[in-house]
């Protein structure tokens, strides 16, 4: 009898996600693929990622960022991810166009932050101030989408995207074919 | 065209009116609605009229009108928010807008317009706070041949010198009435430099009409089938065959078909309409009487540009004129059965309405989103009627034909362009203005015309058009070769064509009706684009990402101006690519903007100036 051929196992691909300027709806909605994740955890395996807790970004084949940019931090972590990830992906409205947290760009940042610290409903209101604290990121003075900051490779619309949506275009990625979302997967009316 | 929305203004369009005021808008409101009737399809014209008295079109004002029409308020501020010639808040009792074309960029009118902001103590887009005056830019006025030049309250003063802006200021500030200004200041030049059949005709009201009647309506169409004339506005669609699927449309006898005459002539760098307008009025409102002769129409309009504001007066008179001749009303030269009206409709500052089913959205009273073809026009027009669309200069070359027949006609020019052409003609040359020359002219025949040397490229047919380098000017003007609508903008070697292109792709998102995604989405993602790269933000990534925006914008878009707002770019990219190239300064990707600027705003506020509170540089 002929020795059977023994395939190795695939390589895992190294997946990193987070959420900058975002609400973590996205991220919600990648847990969206329900008992699919167990057949993708056959795929890949997580990196930096909110489902894993792991705080920096190693060297990666794909990153997943939520959410524009806001603030310095976001600048820092998105910077790592470039670095590290050899296809990052931009994943809903507000990765790709800034979404809804840049609906304060066409308000000054000042009036915004004094409109939330001084004269919204204020605990105490004689020490009421602009929060200076080192610790904390600047905010910029305006949102930006994560492709203005960094290139960016795929970019998967939606607000957030299907669960289903996510599923295509990550299973078609990691199969090697450039992914394209069918139009009832990109279409929310 | 940003809304001026200084806290000043915001506060007076809030505060309430005053008794008085209501009153005079109210009265303002019924005479306008007592001249066109409660008839929504007039809307546009009611509220461009509104305006004119007001200045500004108040939110009660607003819904005064709808209940007058008995439409929704939100159809009237649909309207109102898609025409930027009309306002909602106060914008000033002087309303001066510099045409911002690259030709009137190239004669200065940039650093005109900051020297009158400097004189008058204001910012540019905004309103001064005394609510005297606002001052901003606005799209091609259609005067390349005499820029720069401005709009103040509507109307146009070319020729901008130091000296006109000191005077313009001057008369500003000390708030005197426009009627009282020196009227020499208005004056616009025909500068008609090269005339072959159309502008040396000789016909007078009436020729072409008596010609056409005494072998009726079939001959006319046998002469027009037979002159091969091709529309002038840009598509070239054969006019005798769009006249004939208008006159075999079924059509509602009491109501009739419709000719409209397109004078919109909003392509940057075209201003041939206008001088037809100005000086062969009689012939372009003849031809439109031919077409409605020819496909039984009854109604007419003239979609005349809001640019052209100060040709409607003399536009009405030659409408009179013509009715106290018998060759427009009831029985037309006393034919009986031929009745035949012509009415003049203003645009309000929207590009896209030049396009024809925006137009006819426009001229119901509507915004000017293009419609979905088919059905086309021919069949369902104006209110659904059978319409024919035609450019001003089609119509007036209809009279040539009626008159000296179609064979005449299909002798000049190429073997499928016939007849001449109107070159408008502005840029780097001696004599800019308008040049009429035979189909198959080659563009180095016409530079020679207007002394044009050391050029550099001629952007043809407008933005929309086509940028030719000098490799290409063997070519021939004629459908078959270098199609154009009429526009001919010349530039030397001493211009950026990166700034050219930059300057018509803002154009075109500034003008996107927004209906469509890839236009409204695709036109301004395409100025971010240009403005990274003229920032000197450009990376080699960022001009893969303007190719695949080309091409979406090409292939998805719903209408022309979506279509063709990737134009500029891609003859750029392919013929002067260095212009770009020079601004890629950097080997890998850039950010768009300066991140350690952009927490300047936020250190101000907290004061900090901790490591933390800067981003540096990547190290490469
Ligand atoms: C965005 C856009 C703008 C246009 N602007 C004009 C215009 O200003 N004047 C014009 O005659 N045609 C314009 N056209 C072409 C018209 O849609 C239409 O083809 C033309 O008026 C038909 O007349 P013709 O057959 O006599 O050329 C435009 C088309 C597009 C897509
Ligand atoms: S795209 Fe929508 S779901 Fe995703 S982060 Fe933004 S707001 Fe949340
Ligand atoms: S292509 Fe642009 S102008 Fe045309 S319909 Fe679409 S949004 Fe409007």
Same mark, same amino acid.
């Given at each position: ?36 994740? =167990? ?25 997943? =960022? ?56 204020? =605990? ?27 290139? =960016? ?37 | ?202 016909? %007078? ?20 089938? %037979? ?394």
């Amino acid at each position: 009898m002929m020795n059977a051929v023994v395939k190795p196992p695939r390589p895992k691909l190294r997946v990193a996600t987070t959420s900058l300027a975002g609400c973590f709806g996205c991220h919600m909605s990648i847990l969206d693929i329900d008992e699919r994740l =167990i057949d993708l955890l056959e795929l890949v395996e997580f990196d930096r990622s909110p489902l894993t807790d792991i705080k920096h970004c190693g060297p990666c084949d794909i990153g997943i =960022i939520e959410g524009g940019i806001c603030n310095s931090e976001n600048v820092h972590v998105l910077r790592e991810f470039r670095a590290n990830c050899k296809t990052l992906i931009a994943i809903g409205a507000c990765a790709v166009n800034g979404g809804l947290p840049a609906q304060r760009n066409h308000l000054d940042l000042q009036e915004i932050l004094l409109e939330i610290y001084q004269a919204g409903p204020v =605990i105490d209101l004689d020490h009421a101030r602009i929060p200076d604290d080192p610790e904390l990121p600047l905010p910029l003075d305006k949102v930006h989408p994560i492709h203005e900051i960094v290139r =960016i490779d795929y970019f998967i619309p939606g607000c957030p995207p299907s669960g289903d949506a996510i599923w295509t275009f990550l299973t078609e990625l990691i199969a090697g074919r450039t992914p394209s979302l069918p139009y009832s997967q990109l279409h929310f009316d | 065209m940003p809304d001026s929305q200084t806290p000043n203004s915001q506060q007076s369009a809030l505060r309430e009116p005053t008794a008085e005021q209501r009153r005079h808008w109210r009265l303002v409101v019924e005479g306008v609605i007592a001249k066109h009737g409660a008839r929504p399809e007039q809307l546009l014209q009611i509220l461009i009229e509104i305006q004119e008295e007001l200045s500004w079109l108040p939110l009660k004002v607003v819904t005064d009108v709808a209940e007058r029409l008995s439409i929704s308020r939100a159809r009237v501020e649909g309207v109102v928010g898609f025409y930027s010639f009309l306002h909602t808040r106060p914008n000033g009792r002087f309303r001066v807008l510099f045409s911002n074309n690259i030709i009137d960029r190239m004669l200065g009118s940039q650093t005109m317009m900051d020297e009158m902001c400097r004189k008058l103590w204001l910012q540019p887009g905004k309103m001064s706070e005394d609510g005297l005056v606002s001052i901003g830019p606005t799209s091609c006025t259609g005067m390349g041949d005499q820029g720069p030049a401005l709009l103040v309250n509507g109307m146009t003063i070319t020729k901008l010198t130091h000296q006109r802006v000191n005077l313009i200021s001057e008369l500003i500030r000390k708030d005197t009435p426009l009627a009282q200004w020196p009227q020499d200041l208005f004056a616009v030049d025909d500068n008609i430099q090269r005339k072959d059949i159309l502008l040396n005709s000789a016909l %007078k009201p009436g020729d072409a009409l008596r010609a056409a009647l005494a072998n009726g309506p079939d001959a006319l169409m046998e002469e027009m089938k %037979k002159s091969k004339l091709r529309g002038r506005g840009g598509a070239g669609f054969t006019t005798a065959q769009k006249w004939d699927f208008c006159r075999q449309a079924p059509v509602d006898e009491a109501l009739g078909r419709v000719v409209v005459c397109n004078a919109d002539e909003g392509e940057p760098g075209t201003f041939k309409d206008r001088v037809l307008l100005t000086r062969y009025a009689d012939l372009v409102f003849e031809g439109m009487t031919l077409a409605a002769y020819a496909i039984g129409a009854k109604k007419g309009f003239l979609y005349l540009r809001g640019e052209y504001r100060y040709l409607l007066a003399p536009l009405q008179e030659v409408l009179s004129a013509r009715r106290a001749q018998g060759l427009l009303g009831a029985s037309i030269l006393s034919q009986t059965g031929f009745d035949f009206d012509i009415e003049i409709h203003m645009g309000a500052g929207a590009y896209v309405c030049g396009e024809e089913t925006a137009l006819l959205e426009s001229l119901e009273g509507k915004r000017g989103t293009p419609r979905i073809r088919p059905p086309f026009p021919v069949t369902h027009g104006y209110l659904g009627r059978p319409t024919s669309v035609n450019n001003v200069e089609t119509l007036a070359s209809a009279c040539l034909i009626a008159t000296q027949g179609g064979d005449a006609f299909a002798k000049i020019g190429t073997a499928q362009s016939s007849g001449t052409k109107l070159l408008s003609i502005s840029g780097d040359c001696a004599q800019p203005g308008i040049y009429e020359f035979p189909f198959g002219a080659t563009i180095a025949e016409v530079l020679e015309a207007c002394g044009a040397t050391d050029v550099q490229a001629v952007q043809m047919g407008g933005a929309s058009g086509v940028t030719l380098a000098p490799s290409e000017f063997s070519r021939k003007m004629a459908f078959e070769d270098v199609p154009t609508a009429g526009a001919f903008m010349i530039f030397d070697s001493g211009r950026d064509m990166f700034e050219v292109a930059s300057n018509f792709v803002h154009f075109f998102a500034h003008e996107s009706c927004g209906f469509c995604t890839p236009c409204r989405v695709g036109t301004s993602l395409l100025t971010g684009y240009l403005d990274k790269l003229s920032n000197g933000y450009g990376s080699k990534p960022d001009l893969a990402e303007i190719d695949t925006l080309n091409r979406v914008l090409k292939s998805t878009s719903h209408c022309g101006l979506g279509q063709a707002a990737a134009n500029p770019i891609l003859d750029g990219l392919k013929k002067f690519r260095p212009a770009y190239e020079k601004r890629m300064l950097h080997q890998d990707f850039e950010p768009a903007f300066n991140l350690d600027a952009a927490l300047e705003r936020a250190r101000q506020i907290t004061g900090r100036d901790d490591a933390g509170a800067h981003i540096l540089e990547e190290q490469a």
